[in-house]
């Protein structure tokens, strides 16, 4: 397996693990019922705002660990730059994760249409922005494997 | 995906090349040892500058190197 397959493969299980450990820490913190909306807006609002910024800071150490491990194991160096083929299965990549978010942001819209709670909609444009995540490190695996 | 009908020689190529690696050839042409790989699977089609350069690097005319179509043994 290649290092692009296996950091495809580490992509997927680290955006899992920081997904559902967020999850699991901010879930408790949900303000109950009975609480002004503004509440429960600043509570959504960090929320998402927090995981984006966690979840950078931990790809990003997860990725050194990741190199680290692979030179050790390997003894080969990571490849130092982006070729043809690696920018053409990125773009593919970033494709098919936007499609999936803009999917998932129009469900969201349209959970607002059918009258659904707020938390609903909030809901469902986080768990569009964790599945965009993991379809594109899927596709880029999947590239990677079979081919452009 | 992998049904591409540019074809190709790099493998037979680089061990007449006094057994030239996989890496030594990327070196060469300036991209990574994941797509050399490729290539020789077959699992994708070059781009043209990409082609002249592995050419280049055999020193051999690109039709010499690549094939369009279903000769997959020369």
Redesign the interface.
């Given at each position: 397996m290649t290092y692009q397959e296996k950091k495809s493969i580490v992509s997927v299980i680290s955006a899992i693990l920081i997904f559902v450990s967020y999850c699991l820490f901010m879930y408790p913190r949900y303000p109950g019922g009975g609480v002004a909306l503004s509440e429960v807006l600043h509570y959504w609002g960090s929320f998402v705002l927090y995981l984006t910024l966690f979840s950078i800071v931990a790809h990003i150490i997860i990725s050194i660990i990741f190199n680290i491990v692979f030179r050790l194991t390997t003894n080969e160096k990571e490849p130092t730059f982006a070729d043809e083929l690696d920018k053409l299965i990125n773009l593919k990549a970033f494709r098919n994760s936007f499609f999936v978010f803009v999917l998932g942001f129009l469900f969201a819209m349209g959970s607002l249409i059918f009258y659904q709670p707020l938390h609903v909609m909030f809901m469902i444009l986080i768990s569009a922005g964790f599945i965009s995540d993991i379809a594109g490190s899927v596709t880029k695996l999947y590239h990677y494997r079979r081919g452009v | 995906?992998?049904k591409?009908l540019v074809g190709n020689h790099i493998r037979k190529l680089r061990f007449n090349h006094d057994e030239m690696t996989q890496q030594q050839l990327a070196d060469k042409v300036?991209?990574?040892?994941?797509?050399i790989?490729?290539l020789e699977?077959?699992?994708?089609?070059?781009?043209l500058e990409?082609a002249f350069r592995i050419a280049l690097a055999f020193n051999l005319p690109l039709e010499e190197v690549f094939f369009y179509g279903d000769q997959t043994k020369q």
């Open positions: - | 995906m992998g591409n300036g991209v990574t040892r994941q797509t790989v490729a699977k077959g699992n994708y089609s070059p781009s990409l």
